[in-house]
């Protein structure tokens, strides 16, 4: 609960420093060549197999991006992601790894993107005595909109998700537990992005 406190009074002060910036933000991003992004937020993770309860857990997330421009309208990206969260002796930890495109519509390049790709999700849950490992590939989808706050510098309220729906497994202390299972990773926060 005091996390999501903390992303929500992050996201209040970003958003206002934002529309403060609103002459500049009206102005397309600036294109070609190479960009980053870096993002942080809440984040949700679940494993889904026959012998899993499937509950989302909320906890810390963070993302990096690192890509370049196709056309006007498309970037690339190879990014990863991870997140965390320690309850009740139990730390969980997932990762996910992919490449994604994302695409800017519109005749002239609009701040809005919509994003989709495939990557590799993991989750480990351990209590210092037991970990379990599930891990799974599959689609990932998100979309944004990238607010200037400078010639190159870009604030942008994001939503991600991914499914590792592909490939699931579930190990307990490295042993093989089940087959399939799905992995699911979703964000919401705040990403700062840089074409130099």
Known sequence: MATMLRVAVLLGQVAALAFAHVA?????????GFWYA???????????????????QP???????????????VV?????????????GVR????SLGAAAYWYPGRRRTPLYLKGGLGFVTHR??????????????PQMGLGYEFAVGRRLFFAPFFNVGWGVWFGSVKFN??????PATVTFAQLG???????
């Open 24 to 32: 500049s933000a009206q102005q397309a991003p600036a294109r070609g």
């Open 38 to 56: 870096l993002g942080i937020g809440e984040g949700w993770a679940q494993v889904s197999c026959t012998i899993c309860k499937g509950q989302q």
């Open 59 to 73: 906890g810390l997330s963070a993302h990096l991006r690192l890509g370049g421009s196709l056309s006007r309208h």
């Open 76 to 88: 690339i990206a190879g990014e990863g992601a991870a997140w965390q969260r320690n309850t009740d």
């Open 92 to 95: 969980q930890t997932l990762a």
């Open 125 to 138: 849950a351990e209590d210092g005595t037991d970990a379990i490992t599930s891990t799974g590939f599959g």
């Open 174 to 179: 490295g042993a093989q537990a089940i087959n």
């Open 190 to 196: 705040l990403g700062l992005t840089g074409r130099p």
